[in-house]
């Protein structure tokens, strides 16, 4: 069982930076996928970002390649999500989702997810 907590969001100008936090419960934390997902309101929830359990594989959405970055503390059981260059459509709520270490390394599509926390709000205005 994991359990996952996000915190970091809120507002910020266009153009301006955030870091999102997601703290895991569990001992096999190194061994699971995780990834960043987000939703607008009235949208699908669609995949930002994911990264394997050792770190050494990520992969990005084409709407943030270059401005968003995912990486991990496997010591801390902690997954963060570097948000430069934010722009309006960036507003959603953001979450973090883990996958069964069994199902091996990350993937786009939420229903490969296991676990899910509550979310943050990002918004993204002047």
């Known amino acids: 069982q994991v359990q996952l907590e996000e915190s970091g969001g809120g507002l910020v100008q266009p153009g301006g930076s955030l870091r999102l936090s997601c703290a895991a419960s569990?001992?096999?934390?190194?061994?699971?996928?995780m990834g960043w997902f987000r939703q607008a309101l009235g949208m699908e929830r669609e995949f930002v970002a994911g990264?394997?359990?050792?770190?050494?594989?990520?992969g990005y959405a084409d709407s943030v390649k270059g401005r968003f970055t995912i990486s991990r503390d496997n010591a801390k059981n902690q997954v963060y999500l570097q948000m430069n260059s934010l722009k309006p459509e960036d507003t959603a709520v953001y979450y973090c989702a883990a996958r069964r270490a069994y199902r091996g390394g990350y993937s786009i599509g939420p229903n490969e997810y296991d676990y899910w926390g509550q979310g943050t709000q990002v918004t993204v205005s002047s």
């Open positions: 569990g001992r096999t934390f190194s061994s699971v996928a």
């Open positions: 990264i394997s359990g050792s770190g050494r594989t990520t």
